[in-house]
């Protein structure tokens, strides 16, 4: 699984965004004031979330593959160390086991070395690339262990203990918080039952009734209509809260958002 360069994210907001306006001026052209308008600017958003979000999705997952090695890596450092090793040779040694997508930048930060580059800048160069934040608090300690010398394994061994205790904590985190995700899709979904259990049984006979005293309030399309705005508008704006209460991010929702969209345009396709 690859590394997503922020360059490319951005890319790929320009290109969507252009992509989305484009579909909603075309179909604004053709399709102004009428359901068919609706249903394709959504799709317009759909369209626009989509390529940031899958890439934001592998970003994501390569980042929690490299944090998940970092303790297996340092104790690998410490067991070098302890054989006499340096701390740049201990890397290196490290460099030749299998970390995941750990390893491929640490073959990196050696062949900078390698080249003439200083251990600290390697570091530093390394912490940019990864850039994740128990990398990026973990390089610093690193550098000033290396530069005040000595028995340098005994500020890794606590290091490596520190990032086990804060994935762990991480994982329990998410698992609280999963339940509280799931009630988000419920209450989703519950309120397209609702929806389509007013509209299928009250709205309908309302409307019925209204035609034939000679004085519509609300015709049948213009009720589905709205129901199809709320429904939008839920499943978005659900979709980014579950994201921020499973993974700390609202970019994180954007995932959920498209699944609530997609799943709510369908059942009020299908049963409205």
């Keep these: 699984m690859p590394k997503i360069k922020k360059q490319k994210k951005k890319i790929a907001w320009i290109v969507s965004i252009i992509l989305g306006i484009s579909i909603l001026f075309i179909v604004g052209v053709l399709f102004w ?20 979000t899958v890439l934001n999705l592998i970003d994501y997952r390569w980042k929690r593959a490299i944090d998940e090695h970092l303790p297996d890596l340092f ?100 698992t609280r918080t999963r339940p509280y995700v799931a009630i988000v899709y419920v209450a989703f979904f519950v309120f397209l039952f609702t929806v389509v259990l007013l509209f299928k049984s009250f709205f309908t006979a309302v409307i019925v009734d209204s035609s034939i005293l000679g004085n519509v309030l609300l015709t049948s399309e213009a009720a589905r209509r709205l129901f199809f705005h709320m429904t939008a508008i839920q499943a978005f704006f659900s979709g980014l809260v579950a994201g921020k209460m499973g993974e700390g991010t609202i970019i994180g929702g954007l995932k959920h958002s498209l699944i609530l969209l997609t799943c709510g345009i369908l059942i009020l396709k299908i049963m409205l």
């Design 33 to 52: 004031g009428t359901p068919l308008f609706d249903e394709y600017a959504v799709l317009a958003v759909m369209v626009v979330i989509f390529p940031p």
């Design 75 to 174: 104790r690998t450092i410490v067991q070098a160390q302890q054989t006499g090793m340096t701390l740049p040779q201990a890397i290196e040694e490290a460099s030749k086991r299998n970390y995941g997508p750990l390893t491929k930048e640490l073959k990196k930060l050696v062949s900078q070395m390698s080249w003439g580059s200083s251990f600290e800048e390697a570091l530093e160069s390394f912490a940019q690339r990864v850039d994740t934040t128990l990398v990026k608090r973990i390089v610093p300690l690193i550098i000033e262990a290396s530069r005040s010398g000595g028995r340098v394994e005994k500020v890794f061994d606590p290091v490596g203990k520190f990032i086990q205790t804060t994935l762990t904590m991480e994982k329990e985190r998410k």
